[in-house]
């Protein structure tokens, strides 16, 4: 069995990507990992689905336990992904998703070279902001604080693979699906079929 895809996807806050992942989700069955943080539970997020609620302590335990696969500190929060089940589902052959930002997705690509990292763009950092406003979950100060980030953010979209725009939401999904399609017909990820295929004597390829 041919492992899964590890997808590493990074967007400034705002741009959208939770919801382009969720359009995806319908069309491309995913494993998304759960990350552990130390940030507070917002209004309607639930332990163990949106993220692993930790304490600092309980964190810092994780990454000295080599439980996590990457990690980083972002606006006075640590974040990480726990290192096991993204490895099991991996090696199951299920694609697995890391929503992740930049320092954290740098390290994967170090780690897991085989990973492959899309970054989502606002269509400017103007509507980035008016899109965080709107959400009103933060502050006006943590939203200037989160739009200073982003652009530092957006910067280093050219260590990713590609990248999308969620300008419109279809169109985001949409290349966003194309993607996972062409990196699952590469000739590195195709070995097994071609034997497969090569085995038949069909002289096909
Ligand atoms: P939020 O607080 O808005 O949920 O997330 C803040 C940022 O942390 C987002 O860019 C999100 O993608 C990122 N993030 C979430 N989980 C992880 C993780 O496990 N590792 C890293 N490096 N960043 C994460």
């Given at each position: 069995m041919s492992r899964g895809l590890l997808i590493v996807v990074s967007a400034p806050s705002g741009c959208g990507k939770g919801t382009i992942l969720e359009q995806v989700r319908k069309r491309h069955e995913f494993y998304y990992s759960v990350s552990a943080t130390t940030r507070a539970p917002r209004e309607g997020e639930k332990d163990g689905v949106s993220y692993h609620f930790m304490t600092k302590e309980g964190f810092e335990k994780l990454v000295s336990d080599n439980g996590v696969l990457e990690y980083a500190s972002y606006c006075d929060n640590y974040y990480g992904t726990p290192r096991g089940p993204v490895e099991e589902m991996l090696a199951a052959g299920k694609d697995v998703v890391l929503e992740i930002e930049v320092k954290g997705a740098m390290q994967v690509k170090e780690k897991c070279p085989e990973a492959v990292l899309i970054f989502i763009l606002p269509p400017s950092v103007d509507t980035l902001r008016h899109r965080l406003n709107k959400r009103k979950t933060e502050t006006e100060e943590v939203i200037e604080k989160r739009v200073a980030e982003a652009a530092g953010e957006i910067a280093q979209s050219?260590?990713?693979?590609y990248v999308v725009v969620n300008d419109d939401l279809d169109e985001a999904v949409e290349n966003f699906l194309t993607v996972i399609k062409a990196e699952k017909m590469t000739v590195k990820r195709s070995h097994a079929l071609i034997d497969k295929i090569s085995e038949k004597g069909d002289n096909k390829l």
């Open positions: 050219v260590n990713y693979d």
